[in-house]
């Protein structure tokens, strides 16, 4: 465990000195690499709550991700074009507020996490997989047939939104404001852990018999975890569509889903920092061997054939050794 502390303290400060380095260079779009994988990060920490110590392999987080980055898009949408938006029981002007438009996004996420999980949980294995994804296909084909918000083409918006005391136009400080997300994040997931929640649900996930037996539903317990799991991924995606300024269906799409597994899969499934590792693995492939040939993740499949051949607890596992002894 000491290792492991060690190991976790020196990626975090890596992630905050490369946009440090690069703000002393000049070198922005660095800096904007660096908020893409703290981004990134969020997302797969979120699901790693439900995979991870839950046992829950879901191919349908792009749903919460792609709910976080639409709350966003609407809301702004509806701002930047002085466009009342009529929920029917109210008429909101919308806003570009990042807090307001973060409390929408993980509200909404929850929300439909909680009815996904009603019903994927009723199963397991493979059909919980296949219900999850199938969820999120459903809101990415929706997606593109919404044309009042641009169906296939999407949302642009013109100006990043607002935080109180910064200018998010400056890429440090909006990677400062991902980097936070990430810090409280992995501050929760590790109280979460070590929570007497924590233990039950990972008990629920090793032998659910005997959580039973002692008065514990397991299937209550990863309800609560897809649900606290989906409201962290919906944040993700809030912050991932202000990065971008844009927001598009394929945020849906099971291909994100199956990029967060693999995130998660290279750094280490259940490890804290598991998430982080593989975001910054990712995106460094992807922007250096990117500008060599667009089949990059040829090599990326490659690396992930290798950790689940020769390295079953990802990068931090094949440093730290399995969970327990480091």
């Excluded at 969020?42 to 639409?70: C, D, K, P, Q």
């Excluded at 400080?173 to 979460?192: D, E, G, P, Y």
């Excluded at 667009?294 to 969970?323: E, N, Q, S, Y």
Aim: with cysteine; charged share 10%; proline share 4%.
């Amino acid at each position: 465990m000491i290792r492991e502390s060690y190991l976790n303290a020196a990626l975090l400060a890596g992630l905050l000195a490369v946009p440090l380095c690069a703000l002393l260079l000049d070198e922005p779009f660095i800096i904007t690499l660096a908020t893409r994988a703290a981004i990134l990060a969020l997302a797969a920490v979120g699901l790693n709550i439900a995979l991870g110590w839950g046992g829950l392999v879901s191919f349908g987080h792009a749903a919460f991700f792609g709910i976080g980055g639409y709350s966003m898009g609407i809301l702004a949408f509806h701002a930047q074009n002085f466009m009342p938006l009529d929920l029917g029981f109210m008429v909101f002007d919308g806003t570009k507020s990042m807090p307001i438009i973060w409390l929408v996004a993980v509200v909404l996420s929850a929300f439909v996490a909680l009815l996904i999980g009603l019903l994927s949980l009723r199963t397991s294995g493979v059909y919980f997989i296949m219900i999850t994804l199938a969820f999120a296909q459903m809101f990415y084909y929706f997606a593109i047939s919404w044309s009042r918000y641009g169906g296939e083409d999407g949302i642009s918006i013109y100006i990043r939104n607002d935080f109180p005391g910064l200018d998010t136009l400056v890429p440090i400080q909006f990677f400062s404001i991902c980097f936070a997300a990430l810090l409280l994040a992995l501050w929760l997931n590790a109280r979460l852990v070590a929570s007497p929640f924590g233990l039950a649900l990972n008990a629920a996930r090793q032998v659910p018999v005997r959580v039973q037996t002692v008065g514990l539903d397991p299937a209550r317990l990863k309800l609560v975890a897809f649900v606290i799991s989906g409201a962290i991924t919906g944040l993700a995606g809030a912050l991932f569509a202000d990065l971008n300024r844009f927001v598009s269906p394929s945020m849906f799409s099971w291909h994100l889903s199956g990029e967060l597994i693999v995130l998660i899969i290279l750094g280490g499934v259940g490890r804290l920092m598991g998430p982080v590792v593989g975001a910054m693995l990712f995106v460094t492939l992807e922007h250096v061997l990117g500008g060599f040939t667009t089949h990059w993740h040829i090599a990326l499949g490659a690396i992930l054939l290798g950790v689940v051949l020769f390295a079953r607890g990802g990068v931090i596992g094949l440093v730290c050794g399995p969970k327990g002894q480091s």
